[in-house]
């Protein structure tokens, strides 16, 4: 009787494409276990197979041109349903193979704030983002401009942004690639089904145990670019019959000077969710995940630098000490962030889902500081030829010569940590405090190495409602609340050799020699002896809290889709230090006044169906949003004075696009613009013309982006596609901004009038760039691509200094006009192949050469430095300090094997 109902037993599913959801036909389907069965998919994707014996079994879905599944699943008397079971065609693979190797390129660190490409990890359907997100991206391409505060970031539906910046975090869970390979993405204006969106695009990772592949995978990784080795393992069980799944993965990521000095890279990364299905209408799921992560950071160079040392990866970070090579700055994080959410299917029309979010944790960024003593930095101004023969009355070219000779034979290159060392060896000193007592006796430090940190609490709340009024219409909404504390400090990382430091503001000692209390870092703890570990300088938190709510109405009809939403918001935020500086006791501690702003934002777009394959859309925004922090403050760092004039900025954004679907080529060309206006920057700097250190504030930027994308997918032959990918912009300033710059020891004001940036290019992406390539997909589960690359038009950051009236009366011309970069052509190859062991294993491997060519002058960014030399003679500008670069890498590599089973 049991055999007669195990020949009832039957499994079916469909079968679709993972980007498009459109169904699969003739995928071959296998099971192998107590018994072997085969099947086929029909034209919607769907398969039966009949009379199977109940028990255990390897499946395995597989067609050429996609990657293989395979998985085991116990069947029971009542049959398998596997539901749809989605496909990734080789072009995706590849896309997420070489998006991971992206992310190696952007973990690579610096001092120029880069964008991370928020659409980075993305499997999108869009060809022209997948080019940008990993094809573009060694040059730092940003999407239309954008920096990475103008696309939001979302883990499970909580958003993930920094609240002081706005930037996103992908480096939260940097290492754990295949744990965050699920999700969904949206491009420019268009949004989600989970928030409002932004004006640069949404991401969702979607991390919910019960979503991925059942299985176990193993992968190892070598490469030549941030760091040598990485490991990841990952486990899951897809949903079990009992309704809990479980989804586990880690990673190690190590490395020593991969492909610039210094850049030592030494991280793990854990990641756990867990998923109860309690009934059909109720799910719980928890997130768990952490990568704490080590490493050594390189900076931008002059050229004159890159020159004498031949070669532009040179970093000037680096010494040696004790003959072993030390990296002065060096980030170290760990951050955790936990997640709970609650699904409720409250009926098949309309969900509801909860969701809370808590990162905590530790972000630190070390450097040198000193006291009293030269500046120890190798590219220090005055330690380079060019200050003898270019900065010195009259030019001593005998000296330049011999600093020539040892930047290039000898060690001058390099910071001297053993000098360093023996500097505070022999610096014995005792510190007094105002009535005579000793308060320390010993070696003072005047080298050290401090931490500078930003530790951050962050709480996040939401509910997302989604809901079919009938056939024709949607509606999404959600309410959002997120709060944040980052404690902003520095400590002693490492005293080298010194017994203590005297926590005192050395540039208010020059100034107020004679005034024992405005030189103390906190009059609350005068005289104060810090030691390793010991917080100095400064402390303060910023604490934001942001409330907002949101709605989204999506009409689909036959012919035309169009959607209306609109988001409100309120944000407050104050300043509460913890130190009472000696120069400002009445501003600096304790809680600020709070900053306030309401805020809304309306977006609304449109698709017309010319056809079943064309399709015309367009898309338009206004979006208020309140401040950044960091740009709210003249000097948060010693006191809480807050920009006059404060106001929210504003974005106005429009684009169309026409896109084109067929089964040979997919394409979209897209046309759009973007004002942005009312924004604020604040810098803080070492003026040589005013001998002081102090603070620089900007009101009313205005910028426009426009500009045209193209992207292109032909498949020439069904194992033969052509990508191009094409993007031409033109981001430039559109106003004048007033500044303000004042004494950062007193809060006078220096000097005040406009920054001429009108016409001026915005910086830090090329503003054209194009790919075109090729790629050859086996029907034996391989494939072999090239690409051909173009970049131009980078414009060098400006310094704001030099586009004043003064500057532009005292300076050469050539110094104000702003540096384009040059253009430039790479070639990419790749390669990839995927075995199936035993009828249950796979081994897939993965390779790419980045720039085959190995052109090494390619400028991805730089900066004016914002120090000017005087003629002390006139009391006038002489000449602005040699402008700091970033080379993209030449030829490097990246190999990445894994196993599945």
Do not use: C
Request: proline fraction near 3%; charged fraction near 20%.
């Amino acid at each position: 009787m049991s055999s007669i109902h195990a020949q009832l037993i039957s499994i079916k599913g469909q079968v679709v494409e993972q980007d498009s959801k459109s169904p699969i036909p003739l995928v071959a389907i296998s099971i192998s276990g107590t018994e072997k069965k085969t099947a086929e998919t029909d034209q919607n994707g769907r398969f039966l197979i009949k009379n199977v014996q109940a028990g255990e079994y390897n499946i395995i879905i597989a067609k050429s041109g996609y990657v293989p599944l395979t998985f085991k699943k116990v069947i029971g008397k009542n049959g398998l349903d596997l539901g749809k079971l989605e496909m990734t065609t080789a072009s995706t693979a590849i896309h997420n193979s070489l998006a991971d190797m992206a992310v190696a390129d952007l973990e690579l660190d610096n001092d120029m704030e880069v964008q991370e490409i928020s659409g980075l990890l993305s499997s999108s359907k869009d060809i022209y983002a997948n080019v940008a997100s990993y094809t573009f991206s060694p040059m730092r391409f940003k999407i239309r401009g954008y920096d990475s505060e103008y696309s939001d970031t979302y883990l499970n539906g909580v958003q993930m942004n920094d609240m002081i910046s706005g930037y996103g975090v992908w480096s939260l869970w940097g290492g754990l690639n295949d744990a965050t390979r699920n999700q969904e993405s949206s491009v420019g204006i268009e949004t989600g089904n989970y928030s409002f969106g932004n004006i640069g695009g949404v991401v969702n990772i979607d991390t919910r145990a019960s979503n991925y592949r059942p299985g176990i995978k193993v992968t190892y990784s070598n490469s030549n670019r941030t760091y040598n080795n990485r490991m990841m393992a990952t486990y899951s069980t897809g949903l079990m019959n009992n309704g809990w799944a479980v989804t586990a993965s880690i990673s190690r990521r190590w490395g020593d000077n991969a492909y610039v000095d210094g850049v030592f890279y030494d991280a793990w990364a854990g990641f756990l969710a867990v998923e109860k299905k309690f009934n059909p209408k109720h799910t719980l799921a928890l997130t768990a995940l952490a990568s704490p992560t080590e490493r050594g950071v390189a900076a931008g160079a002059t050229q004159e630098a890159y020159d004498l040392t031949g070669t532009n990866y040179y970093n000037p970070n680096i010494g040696y000490q004790n003959g072993k090579l030390r990296n002065a700055r060096v980030r170290d994080n760990f951050e955790p962030v936990f997640i709970l959410n609650h699904y409720w299917n409250i009926n098949n029309k309309t969900k509801l889902t909860t969701s809370a979010g808590f990162r905590f944790g530790r972000n630190g960024y070390s450097a040198l500081n000193w006291y009293d003593a030269p500046d120890p930095r190798p590219d220090y101004y005055r330690n380079l030829p060019s200050y003898y023969s270019q900065m010195s009355t009259p030019p001593n070219y005998l000296a330049a010569e011999q600093v020539t000779a040892l930047w290039k034979n000898g060690n001058a290159r390099y910071i001297d940590f053993d000098r360093l060392y023996d500097v505070n060896y022999n610096n014995q000193d005792v510190i007094k405090d105002g009535n005579g007592n000793v308060v320390a006796d010993g070696l003072r430090s005047k080298y050290i190495i401090e931490d500078r940190r930003t530790d951050q609490k962050q709480l996040n709340l939401n509910m997302l409602l989604n809901t079919e009024i009938n056939k024709n219409i949607a509606i999404n909404g959600g309410v959002q609340f997120r709060w944040n504390k980052t404690a902003n400090f520095k400590t002693i990382k490492d005293l080298m050799g010194g017994d203590y430091w005297y926590d005192i503001d050395q540039f208010a000692e020059r100034d107020f020699k004679n005034d024992i209390n405005k030189i103390q870092s906190d009059l609350n703890n005068p005289y104060r002896i810090v030691r390793k570990g010991d917080k100095y300088g400064y402390d303060y938190d910023a604490n934001i809290m942001n409330a907002g709510v949101w709605g989204m109405a999506n009409f689909s009809y036959y012919k035309l889709d169009f959607y209306a939403g609109i988001d409100a918001s309120y944000t407050s935020f104050y300043r509460d230090g913890k130190y009472r500086k000696g120069l400002f006791p009445d501003d600096s501690f304790g809680k600020s006044a709070k900053q306030n702003f309401m805020n809304y934002g309306l977006k609304a777009g449109a698709t017309y169906k010319i056809t079943g394959r064309h399709y015309l859309t367009a898309n338009v925004a206004y979006i208020q949003r309140a401040p950044y922090f960091r740009d709210a403050y003249i000097s948060p760092r010693t006191r809480d004075e807050v920009i006059s004039g404060l106001k929210e900025s504003k974005v106005f954004s429009v684009d169309g696009s026409y896109v084109l679907r067929t089964p040979v080529i997919k394409a979209r060309i897209t046309g759009y613009y973007t004002y942005m206006k009312d924004q604020t920057k604040t810098l803080s700097f070492y003026d040589d013309y005013y001998r002081s250190f102090g603070n620089y504030i900007m009101n009313g930027i205005a910028e426009s982006h426009a500009g045209v994308e193209l992207g292109l997918e032909y498949k020439i032959l069904p194992v033969l596609t052509a990508q191009a990918a094409f993007g031409y912009g033109n981001y430039e300033y559109q106003s004048n901004p007033v500044y303000l710059q004042t004494v950062d020891n007193t809060g006078d004001i220096l000097s005040e009038g406009k920054v001429y940036w009108k016409g001026g290019k915005v910086s830090g992406t090329p503003q054209t760039a194009a790919s075109i390539g090729l790629t050859y997909n086996a029907p034996k589960f391989w494939w072999v691509g090239i690409n051909g690359n173009y970049f131009g038009r980078s414009y060098i950051d400006m310094n704001p200094i030099l586009r004043t009236d003064k500057a532009r009366t005292e300076l050469d011309g050539q110094y104000t006009k702003q540096e384009e970069f040059g253009d430039g052509f790479t070639m990419d190859l790749f390669a990839g192949a995927s075995f199936r062991i035993a009828y249950k294993y796979f081994l897939g491997i993965n390779v790419s050469v980045s720039n085959v060519l190995n052109n090494k002058d390619l400028k991805s960014g730089g900066f004016e430095q914002l120090r000017i030399s005087q003629n002390k003679d006139t009391n006038t500008y002489a000449r602005p300090f040699d402008s700091k670069y970033f080379y993209m890498y030449g030829a490097n590599y990246f190999v990445n094997v894994n196993f599945r089973f």
